[in-house]
Structure formats: C-alpha cells, structure tokens
C-alpha cells in the first residue's frame, strides 16, 4: 500500500471509509480515536465528511489497513475507485 492515500481521497469518501475501517476492527468512535490519538470528535466529524484526518492521522489509519492484509487494501481499493491514487 503506498503511503498517504488517505490523504488524497476527497469526502466524503475518507468519512465512508474511516467508519467502515472502524467497524471492521469492531470499534467505537471512542476506542478508534484513543488508538489513532486524535479526539473522539474528529473521528465524529471525519466520518460526517465536515473534516479530513491530518498527515499522522492519515499514516496511522493506512498503518491499521495494512495490518488488516487484503481486507484493508479491498476498502481502501472501494473507495479509491480501484485507480491508483
């Protein structure tokens, strides 16, 4: 997976895909939010489309669909559009 592919999705695409990631990892807004160290409400507002996570954010979210192998790379391949961003 190249890096920083979160960052070049437009919304509200990140917002879709941060909250699928979350709940393919079984996750509330809570505990997503304490693991990528950012507050609960940006995760809220990430996944309302109002916001884009920063560069950090951005590299540990693409570090948490990695570790999910090919699950991770078909939900960020759904909603790049299959292309190579």
Do not use: C
Not at 74 to 83: F, I, V
Request: charged share 30%.
């Amino acid at each position: 997976m190249k890096t920083q592919k979160i960052k070049k999705l437009k919304q509200p695409f990140v917002g879709q895909l941060v909250k699928q990631l979350r709940q393919l990892l079984n996750l509330t807004q809570e505990e997503l939010a304490n693991s990528l160290e950012v507050s609960h409400s940006s995760i809220s507002r990430w996944e309302r489309g109002t916001a884009k996570p920063s560069s950090a954010a951005s590299k540990l979210i693409e570090t948490k669909l990695t570790e999910l192998g090919e699950r991770g790379e078909k939900l960020l391949e759904q909603y790049s559009g299959g292309r190579d961003i």
